[in-house]
T-cell receptor, first 110, second 113 residues
Framework: GQNIDQPTEMTATEGAIVQINCTYQ??????LFWYQQHAGEAPTFLSY????GLEEKGRFSSFLSRSKGYSYLLLKELQMKDSASYLC???????????FGKGTRLSVIA | DGGITQSPKYLFRKEGQNVTLSCEQN?????MYWYRQDPGQGLRLIYY???????QKGDIAEGYSVSREKKESFPLTVTSAQKNPTAFYLC????????????FGPGTRLTVL
């Protein structure tokens, strides 16, 4: 089965860089997803990593190490609108749906 | 505009009543999902479906039922057997199978009084 661990809360300053970590245990790996969820809204897709390394997409980057069961989401040049929860998710092994972590609530302060 | 719609956004019901939450997608996606989210919690899977007329229980299916009579529709019924139905309910879909990217509807916030 899956066990996904993320920090519960983080706080960072506007304009800074923040790294949100995710560790997972899975019996079969089929990629890792990151989603952003603003309070009271639906999650929106940010990134998908299936190979080791860093994937950069504008201010957001996501890193994966399959051997360590570890991923992080890197947010640069933080803006107030980045205040949200960030959810890490991995599929079950085989053809079964995503399992989501509890999310990391990021607060960006001036 | 392609997307997933859920209605209504807010729903109030009396305890003991069944209620059905709507989910429609025009993305031509095969797979659809229902999740429940409680304050400060992650998403928990209720039911999922990959094809019409077939669906599977997720981690917390007790007290819920679904149907998948059409590819674009996956309604969720919250029955009176669900002990704590007040929550934020999210519907999602993905193109082919369960490992594809999921896209979410706006959610329905259900409050049972």
């Amino acid at each position: 089965g899956q066990n996904i661990d993320q920090p519960t809360e983080m706080t960072a300053t506007e304009g800074a860089i923040v790294q949100i970590n995710c560790t997972y245990q899975t019996s079969g790996f089929n990629g890792l997803f990151w989603y952003q969820q603003h309070a009271g809204e639906a999650p929106t897709f940010l990134s998908y990593n299936v190979l080791d390394g860093l994937e950069e997409k504008g201010r957001f980057s996501s890193f994966l190490s399959r051997s360590k069961g570890y991923s992080y989401l890197l947010l640069k040049e933080l803006q107030m609108k980045d205040s949200a929860s960030y959810l890490c998710a991995v599929p079950h092994s085989g053809n079964t749906p995503l399992v989501f972590g509890k999310g990391t609530r990021l607060s960006v302060i001036a | 505009d392609g997307g997933i719609t859920q209605s209504p956004k807010y729903l109030f019901r009396k305890e003991g009543q069944n209620v059905t939450l709507s989910c429609e997608q025009n993305l031509n996606h095969d797979a659809m999902y229902w999740y429940r989210q409680d304050p400060g919690q992650g998403l928990r899977l209720i039911y999922y479906s990959q094809i019409v007329n077939d669906f599977q229980k997720g981690d917390i299916a007790e007290g819920y039922s679904v149907s998948r009579e059409k590819k674009e529709s996956f309604p969720l019924t919250v029955t009176s057997a669900q002990k704590n139905p007040t929550a934020f309910y999210l519907c999602a879909s993905s193109s082919e199978d369960y490992t594809d990217t999921q896209y979410f509807g706006p959610g329905t916030r259900l409050t049972v009084l």
